[in-house]
């Protein structure tokens, strides 16, 4: 079975490394394991972007993990995460 490789931003690994809510922090990395191993999950909301791309969010606690998937790079690219009350 093919891992497929997930892509995170720099600020984004940052954010995650200063959640405060460790059982948050645990809940997102665990669905970012997930994605690797089965991209084919879904976020919660989505939405094309203006160059067409399926851009997905999944929302775990207060926090919105925002990607989009290149199945033909293999690739699952993590954009952005956000705390739900910054939005």
Partial sequence: MNQ???YIHTLVADHLNELGNAKTKRDIEQFITRLGSNPELCGDYRQPDPRGRMIEV?????QAIIFFKDPFANL???IDIRNLEAL
């Avoid at 999944?58 to 207060?62: N, P, V």
Wanted: charged content about 25%; aromatic content about 0%; glycine content about 10%.
């Fill in 4 to 6: 497929t490789l997930i």
């Fill in 76 to 78: 699952v690219k993590i």
């Fill in 58 to 62: 999944k929302l775990i606690g207060r």
